[in-house]
């Protein structure tokens, strides 16, 4: 049993820190923190649930349309990132008001019969998922030490099982050990940015001025929205704040929100920045010089060839820990999926031990790693709209959720976004079968 007002511990035990954090939490909740002290107990969900934005999938997307359009289509992630926002924001905020995540709250709602079909779709989409998460690490070790594929994956599935040992040491642990991957990833992208020498006012003018130029960059444009969304990164957020901390009234779950909020902007202006960077750097290298990269292989090799071994080193590195630490978020979404639908739940370690047999054998089959990620990329579409569509119906009840219930105008923007996503993803599937 949970006490009111208790910070729940995950199911591994709970370290120093992860004591220490719950106390502040406390205290920053009853007035007696202010300042930076009263946040920092509130910051790390979001990050672990924004790794999923930083994907290999999205470096592929980002790269190709740099190298195509140069800067043309910063607006569109720029775009993309808001939306991400606030999905990620009822995410959090279903956890929050009422204790579940969102497989668990669809379980409680749906027909047993709904509750499996989403539980099997929501499985797929993570393997699927999972695949773009190895091959991309396992791609990293590739391009960085000469390592044959299929000893990269051997090493990938080594370094995953360790990420999730951080998990079994407490839940401050994994969020400080993800975190800690995603400032490399940041500070990989920051150098290749200025190793670029990009256009600044070109830049300047790709974030704020929506166009496009020919049909090919609209496709390229609804490629990079429609992935925005990641399905497991939306059951995944849900059941980090769900019982992370525990407002013991309303008010309390509505200042909890808010500093929860800020968490969620925090991660999402990084991960959006990321994702900026992939382009500018592409832009700056590859679009300048005549040149249309669309394999990532082809990129290192490029980004050696015009900026130096340091760039293609970071560029690696960044798509190794990009892939290393999205892999293991995928497992822990897998986790929290299996017990919310259908109650059930195994060993996470032996999760891990299943979720690799698919990429290795993707590997083994000698397909190119570049193609395997797009094709990754056309299962995840299947499964956006059963999680998007479940998460506005659950917080637009209020019923559901007490007061933190949406606004009117929330839910609509909701729907809106859910619609444009779900129609994006459904026309480039067809693209892609045509």
Same mark, same amino acid.
């Given at each position: 049993?949970?006490?009111?007002?208790?910070?729940?511990?995950?199911?591994?035990?709970?370290?120093?820190?992860?004591?220490?954090?719950?106390?502040?939490?406390?205290?920053?909740?009853?007035?007696?923190?202010?300042?930076?002290?009263?946040?920092?107990? *509130?910051? =790390?969900? !979001?990050?672990?649930?924004?790794?999923?934005?930083?994907? @290999?999938?999205?470096? #592929?997307?980002? &790269? %190709? +349309?740099?190298?195509?359009?140069?800067?043309?289509?910063?607006?569109?992630?720029?775009?993309?990132?808001?939306?991400?926002?606030?999905?990620?924001?009822?995410?959090?905020?279903?956890?929050?008001?009422?204790?579940?995540?969102?497989?668990?709250?669809?379980?409680?709602?749906?027909?047993?019969?709904?509750?499996?079909?989403?539980?099997?779709?929501?499985?797929?989409?993570?393997?699927?998922?999972?695949?773009?998460? *190895?091959? =991309?690490? !396992?791609?990293?070790?590739?391009?960085?030490?000469?390592? @044959?594929?299929?000893? #990269?994956?051997? &090493? %990938? +599935?080594?370094?995953?099982?360790?990420?999730?040992?951080?998990?079994?040491?407490?839940?401050?642990?994994?969020?400080?050990?993800?975190?800690?991957?995603?400032?490399?990833?940041?500070?990989?992208?920051?150098?290749?940015?200025?190793?670029?020498?990009?256009?600044?006012?070109?830049?300047?003018?790709?974030?704020?001025?929506?166009?496009?130029?020919?049909?090919?960059?609209?496709?390229?444009?609804?490629?990079?929205?429609?992935?925005?969304?990641?399905?497991?990164?939306?059951?995944?957020?849900?059941?980090?704040?769900?019982?992370?901390?525990?407002?013991?009234?309303?008010?309390?779950?509505?200042?909890?929100?808010?500093?929860?909020?800020?968490?969620?902007?925090?991660?999402?202006?990084?991960?959006?920045?990321?994702?900026?960077?992939?382009?500018?750097?592409?832009?700056?290298?590859?679009?300048?010089?005549?040149?249309?990269?669309?394999?990532?292989?082809?990129?290192?090799?490029?980004?050696?060839?015009?900026?130096?071994?340091?760039?293609?080193?970071?560029?690696?590195?960044?798509?190794?820990?990009?892939?290393?630490?999205?892999?293991?978020?995928?497992?822990?979404?897998?986790?929290?999926?299996?017990?919310?639908?259908?109650?059930?739940?195994?060993?996470?370690?032996?999760?891990?031990?299943?979720?690799?047999?698919?990429?290795?054998?993707?590997?083994?089959?000698?397909?190119?790693?570049?193609?395997?990620?797009?094709?990754?990329?056309?299962?995840?579409?299947?499964?956006?709209?059963?999680?998007?569509?479940?998460?506005?119906?659950?917080?637009?009840?209020?019923?559901?959720?007490?007061?933190?219930?949406?606004?009117?105008?929330?839910?609509?923007?909701?729907?809106?976004?859910?619609?444009?996503?779900?129609?994006?993803?459904?026309?480039?599937?067809?693209?892609?079968?045509?």
């Amino acid at each position: 049993m949970i006490e009111q007002g208790v910070v729940q511990q995950q199911p591994a035990k709970m370290d120093h820190r992860a004591k220490k954090t719950n106390a502040s939490a406390h205290a920053a909740l009853d007035g007696k923190v202010k300042g930076l002290k009263r946040l920092l107990p *509130f910051l =790390g969900p !979001a990050f672990i649930a924004a790794v999923a934005y930083l994907d @290999p999938g999205n470096f #592929a997307t980002n &790269i %190709t +349309a740099g190298s195509k359009y140069g800067y043309l289509l910063l607006w569109v992630i720029a775009a993309s990132n808001l939306m991400a926002v606030l999905i990620q924001t009822l995410s959090a905020k279903l956890g929050i008001a009422t204790g579940k995540n969102l497989p668990e709250v669809a379980h409680a709602r749906f027909p047993k019969g709904v509750s499996i079909f989403l539980w099997i779709q929501s499985e797929l989409v993570i393997i699927a998922t999972d695949l773009a998460e *190895f091959i =991309g690490a !396992a791609l990293g070790l590739y391009l960085l030490f000469g390592i @044959p594929m299929l000893p #990269a994956a051997i &090493i %990938t +599935a080594i370094g995953s099982f360790a990420i999730l040992e951080l998990q079994r040491r407490g839940y401050r642990t994994l969020e400080a050990g993800i975190a800690g991957m995603v400032m490399i990833v940041v500070l990989a992208f920051a150098f290749q940015v200025v190793a670029a020498k990009p256009d600044l006012g070109a830049v300047a003018a790709g974030i704020v001025t929506p166009r496009f130029e020919g049909v090919d960059s609209v496709l390229l444009a609804a490629g990079i929205l429609g992935a925005t969304v990641m399905p497991h990164a939306i059951y995944l957020h849900s059941s980090l704040t769900q019982n992370r901390i525990v407002g013991r009234n309303e008010a309390e779950k509505k200042k909890i929100f808010k500093l929860e909020f800020i968490d969620i902007v925090l991660a999402m202006i990084i991960a959006g920045a990321v994702n900026m960077a992939m382009v500018i750097v592409s832009a700056g290298l590859f679009f300048k010089n005549g040149l249309v990269v669309e394999d990532l292989d082809v990129a290192f090799r490029e980004f050696a060839r015009l900026s130096g071994p340091v760039t293609a080193i970071s560029f690696g590195l960044g798509l190794l820990i990009a892939g290393l630490s999205s892999s293991s978020v995928g497992t822990m979404a897998g986790d929290v999926v299996m017990q919310g639908f259908i109650n059930k739940r195994i060993n996470l370690y032996l999760r891990r031990a299943i979720t690799i047999v698919p990429p290795l054998a993707i590997i083994i089959s000698g397909i190119n790693p570049t193609n395997a990620l797009v094709l990754s990329q056309v299962v995840l579409s299947f499964g956006i709209a059963f999680a998007l569509i479940p998460l506005i119906m659950f917080t637009s009840n209020r019923d559901i959720m007490g007061g933190l219930v949406n606004r009117r105008f929330t839910s609509i923007l909701g729907w809106l976004i859910s619609a444009l996503v779900v129609g994006l993803n459904l026309f480039l599937l067809a693209q892609m079968l045509l």
